[in-house]
């Protein structure tokens, strides 16, 4: 039977001080062992470049690397910064194909990143480009190094939640989330170990 478009199996976070967010954290969405497979097979064979970006004005290269997969001819605009899916590869294709039967949710792109350790970073934004829709739902892979991972409010900086990522977990992001808050992955200069982020998300073509 084919998944409802509504379910979503990971657990809600608490609520203090996350108004007008939907989150939902599951700590082992993959197991060790496939975790590692997939951190692997993604270093290994993702096209993966340092791609420059505009921001105050004048370009800069990402303090990261990445990678833009999906369904052919998709494209993706931010920052100054052009991509466009070539299809998918099939470690990221087998991803893709589990989370939406595990969450019942529909993915035709995902954004990689590859953290080289912890000097490579993410600026505070929030996934809110038109392509993505009035109220985005982003799944968040992660592999590999256990990263911090921050919110703040945008009408309030003040208000701020730190979420450990650890490997193989996944984080849902939907509703009005990405209307009312940001997020970022802080440096951490004494970590030296590699991760992974994969952002499946579903793109709107006009």
Do not use: C
Not at 77 to 101: I, M, N, T, V
Not at 145 to 164: G, H, I, N, S
């Amino acid at each position: 039977m084919a998944a409802s478009r509504s379910r979503i199996l990971t657990q809600p976070l608490p609520a203090a001080g996350l108004a007008d967010a939907e989150l939902h954290y599951q700590a082992q969405f993959l197991s060790a062992v496939e975790a590692d497979h997939y951190l692997a097979q993604l270093q290994q064979q993702l096209d993966w470049r340092q791609d420059r970006i505009r921001l105050f004005g004048r370009e800069t290269p990402i303090p990261r690397l990445q990678a833009w997969y999906g369904d052919p001819g998709l494209h993706y605009r931010y920052s100054g910064l052009s991509l466009y899916a070539q299809g998918w590869p099939d470690p990221l294709l087998a991803l893709k194909q589990q989370l939406e039967q595990q969450t019942g949710q529909r993915f035709n792109a995902v954004l990689a990143n590859l953290y080289r350790n912890g000097v490579d970073s993410m600026g505070w934004h929030a996934d809110d480009e038109p392509e993505l829709g009035p109220n985005p739902v982003i799944a968040s892979l992660s592999l590999g190094q256990p990263r911090p991972f921050q919110l703040r409010r945008r009408d309030d900086p003040t208000q701020r939640y730190e979420l450990l990522l650890e490997h193989g977990s996944l984080l849902l992001m939907a509703g009005s989330t990405q209307h009312h808050w940001q997020h970022a992955l802080p440096k951490r200069t004494r970590l030296n170990q590699p991760r992974i982020n994969l952002t499946f998300r579903q793109i709107i073509q006009s």
